[in-house]
């Protein structure tokens, strides 16, 4: 197996959030919350660039809402084009803010981009002609998902003919976790006996090892 590689996990970019419940009256203030999510983002494709990683992962809610503004796609599909001149492949999923039925400017993504869709698939991602890593994702068709899609892409892993790393991305709930919606529930005791290598998970905004 071939571990030399490096990549970049982030998830739940939330372009556009609008910062409801903050009031602030200065202007200045309200600019920097405006446009905290695009700044973030920035960075994190500049991060990927400079670190020369082989590949991202972008792990749902990419959007604030599934009625995503234009400016929020123009923005990211920007994003996607800058790590296609540096040869950074972006694998990503869509969340329960962003599922699949929502609106959308444009679906031809860069070719350095590969968006998973709603049945549970396998990417190989290749180095000098060799496979570098199984990538396994899945995206929400819809808004509420209460189905344990940890398992489909466990079995999914499990047959897979090249002996690489493997990486699951999944936005879920692992463990019942009580701070955010039941969405894709799964147990650690899921994540744990599955072949997957590691899991690039999102949905729940803080960031923690849980295992």
Request: aromatic share 10%.
């Amino acid at each position: 197996m071939n571990s030399n590689f490096k990549f970049i996990h982030c998830a739940d970019l939330h372009l556009d959030a609008p910062f409801k419940g903050i009031n602030i009256d200065n202007p200045t203030f309200q600019n920097i919350l405006r446009n905290s999510t695009f700044q973030a983002f920035e960075k994190i494709v500049k991060t990927a660039i400079n670190q020369n990683v082989d590949f991202m992962i972008i792990s749902g809610d990419i959007y604030n809402s599934s009625d995503k503004s234009l400016y929020a796609q123009l923005f990211f599909f920007k994003q996607m084009k800058i790590l296609m001149q540096h040869n950074i492949t972006c694998f990503l999923i869509h969340g329960n803010h962003d599922p699949l039925d929502g609106w959308e400017v444009d679906t031809n993504f860069p070719l350095n981009v590969h968006r998973f869709t709603s049945n549970v698939s396998c990417e190989t991602i290749m180095k000098n002609d060799k496979p570098l890593a199984n990538i396994i994702g899945y995206s929400y068709p819809k808004r509420e998902i209460t189905t344990n899609i940890s398992l489909l892409i466990s079995e999914v892993a499990k047959n897979q003919k090249h002996n690489v790393f493997t990486i699951g991305v999944l936005h879920c709930n692992v463990g019942k976790n009580l701070t955010t919606e039941n969405y894709a529930p799964c147990s650690l005791e899921d994540l744990k006996t599955s072949t997957v290598n590691y899991w690039a998970l999102g949905h729940v905004h803080t960031m923690s090892i849980i295992n």
